[in-house]
């Protein structure tokens, strides 16, 4: 079956790195995804990455993937405080046609 | 801004009453997709269509129905509507029908009292 799950908080200080995790469930999930939602707002992509890759870095994100384990992690460094927001990971279902699953979502806290 | 239209923003109706959610998909892209955000089942795809045509369907209940429209826009009509369904629809769309990347509207609140 197709299933994601994240830890749902995680408070950092203003300055480090967070490091938010998920796992999933199907093994033939091609692409795997990062969204934000902040405050009233909708969800915003901030990356994804191909099954067959193990890391992809984009600016202050770096994502790391592990398929054998089924394991996503999303790195942020240097958080600031405008990266308090909810994180959503979210994997393409099997059979194409881009439906997401998604787990419940992350709320990250950063303080000063 | 992601280049995804939702309208209304927010939408306040009585139970057994029917709504509809409009979307208007970014720029040239053809597939249309609705997903609903709730407190207890988190972000569930309900409906995708392509270029006017259903392709997959996910947890849609029946009292739930969309459409793509000729010129791409996107309708979910929701009926009969109970306190359940209040939540946050958003609707997403791709160039493709499978493609990598899906961008989010601000999202439709419905309440539902």
């Known amino acids: 079956g197709e299933d994601v799950e994240q830890s749902l908080f995680l408070s950092v200080r203003e300055g480090d790195s967070s490091v938010i995790n998920c796992t999933y469930t199907d093994s033939s999930s091609t692409y795997l995804y990062w969204y934000k939602q902040e405050p009233g707002a909708g969800l915003q992509l901030l990356t994804y990455?191909?099954?067959?890759?193990d890391m992809k870095q984009d600016q202050r994100l770096t994502v790391l993937l592990n398929k054998k384990d089924k394991h996503l992690s999303l790195r942020i460094a240097d958080t600031q405080t405008g990266d308090s927001a909810i994180y959503f990971c979210a994997e393409r279902g099997s059979g194409g046609y881009n439906k997401l699953i998604f787990g419940a979502g992350t709320r990250l806290a950063v303080h000063p | 801004d992601s280049g995804v239209t939702q309208t209304p923003k927010h939408l306040i109706t009585a139970t057994g009453q029917r709504v509809t959610l409009r979307c208007s998909p970014r720029s040239g892209d053809l597939s249309v997709y609705w997903y609903q955000q709730s407190l207890d089942q988190g972000l569930q795809f309900l409906i995708q269509y392509y270029n006017g045509e259903e392709r997959a369907k996910g947890n849609i209940l029946e009292r739930f129905s969309a459409q793509q429209f000729p010129d791409l826009h996107s309708e979910l009509n929701l009926s009969s509507l109970e306190l359940g369904d209040s939540a946050l629809y958003f609707c997403?769309?791709?160039?493709?029908?499978?493609?990598?990347?899906?961008?989010f509207g601000q999202g439709t609140r419905l309440t539902v009292v």
């Open positions: 990455i191909f099954s067959n890759m």
């Open positions: 997403a769309s791709s160039v493709a029908s499978a493609n990598t990347e899906a961008f």
